[in-house]
């Protein structure tokens, strides 16, 4: 069963595909086999904007401090990422996005917002099945999915005075 395929919903992106076409150059060979957050989906192209979710102990971002601590020691990364709950919020910001009905993802994680990938939706999945092998749906709530909307319009206005 193919999943929902709506903005603000996490997703399971696929192992790299044998198309080329199936995920634009912007997806790095470490990110297959993560979770994804949808921006938007396209009907006409089948694809799906994304961002990638990753666990900062899964993911080599920066050296860690130690597992109690903040992961990334370099601003412009910690600028790069929101916590997703059960983490702790953003050190630099106070930002916690949080899925609705208190669901949680497997692992603590985070998004990385400072690339957006275009996939083919063949290479989503369902997040995780529940007991009768029907998807469970995680999805940001309305303020999480308008805290990174407004996180990723900061991050590109940075970028484009240089700041980031």
Request: aromatic residues 8%; negative net charge; contains cysteine.
């Amino acid at each position: 069963m193919p999943p929902k395929i709506f903005p603000a919903h996490i997703l399971w992106l696929l192992s790299r595909p044998l198309n080329s076409e199936d995920a634009d150059g912007l997806v790095p060979a470490a990110c297959f086999n993560h979770p994804v957050i949808v921006l938007s989906a396209n009907p006409l192209t089948a694809k799906a904007s994304v961002l990638i979710v990753n666990s900062p102990r899964s993911v080599q971002l920066t050296s860690f401090a130690g597992e109690d601590n903040f992961p990334f020691h370099n601003e412009t990364v910690r600028a790069a990422h929101l916590p997703i709950h059960p983490c702790d919020p953003h050190p630099d910001t106070g930002i916690l996005l949080f899925l609705r009905e208190g669901m949680e993802l497997r692992k603590r994680s985070w998004v990385k917002i400072d690339r957006v990938a275009e996939v083919g939706w063949n290479m989503l999945g369902v997040y995780e099945l529940d007991g009768d092998g029907r998807e469970r749906e995680f999805v940001l709530d309305d303020e999480s999915w308008e805290l990174l909307e407004d996180a990723m319009r900061a991050w590109n206005k940075a970028v484009e005075k240089g700041e980031m």
